[in-house]
């Protein structure tokens, strides 16, 4: 059985008459015909009582095969859709990783949204992950979309669209000696521990550490890494020490911590948006193209 045979028994059944079944079809009377005839072939049954008038009526075959006739075609009818759907990215299911300092920026939030109002049907499923898990991650086809830190290099697999830069503060217990000062110089900083979280070193921060270090004459104390910003506030609130972090972490607004920034130093880290290439989902094609369409938005002067 074909398609087109069933989709012809219907009209057949619905007009019982094979002259006005051709006009429907757009074909002639001798077409709709040979297509019911091979359609009882295949059957190895008659669906219709023919008259020689070009009336039908339906056999009791005919009768009991018509709705399972209506119910694959409307249920090719909806496969048919779904896959056009999908095929302009309508539908489907989108991984997005991010780093926590995207969200907290509200750079996540924001483009997803506006994605969203193109495509309200998408599956998105967010989860938090570090800059080198999203990439592996990305390569491997387990995640679609990354917010991360940039890094000097990526697998093949993985292309990225510069988003941002972010200003790096450093972090400071509000009650230690320097919490007075509104901006710091790099010898300030000299006495200090650094706290940075365990993938800061493949992130940059441990590379930007180093030119503050260069900047105030010493070499940076680092003490050992931690989770994540928010332990390094934590830590920092604590007493355990100062941290480089990005300006959003200071969203957290964890009580104990007050964040300055540097007088003569260009601290800061780029954020971007990582994907496949190719990429060969349409969901995740139309959310790159959000994307890009909003960072052309923002960029005209």
Known sequence: ???????????????????RAADRLGTTQSGVSRTILALEAALGARLFNRSKRSSVTLTSTGALFLPEARLILRQAERGEAVGKRAGRGEIGRIEIGYVASAALGGTVSALVRAYRASAPEVEIHLQELETPRQIEEIASGRLDIGFLRARKTYPPEVKTIPLQRDPLLIALPSGGKLARKRILHPADLAAMPFLIPHFGEEAGFLTRLQELGRAGGFTPRILAPVRDFLTVLTAVAAGLGCGLVPASVGNLRIPGTLLRPVQGLDLSADL??????????????????????????????
Do not use: G, N, W, Y
């Open 272 to 301: 971007v948006l990582a994907h496949r290439t190719p990429e060969a989902s349409p969901a995740v094609q139309q959310f790159i193209f959000t994307v890009e369409s909003a960072l052309r938005k923002e960029r005209r002067p």
């Open 1 to 19: 059985m074909e398609l087109h045979q069933l989709r012809c028994f219907e009209v057949v059944a619905d007009e019982r008459h094979f002259a």
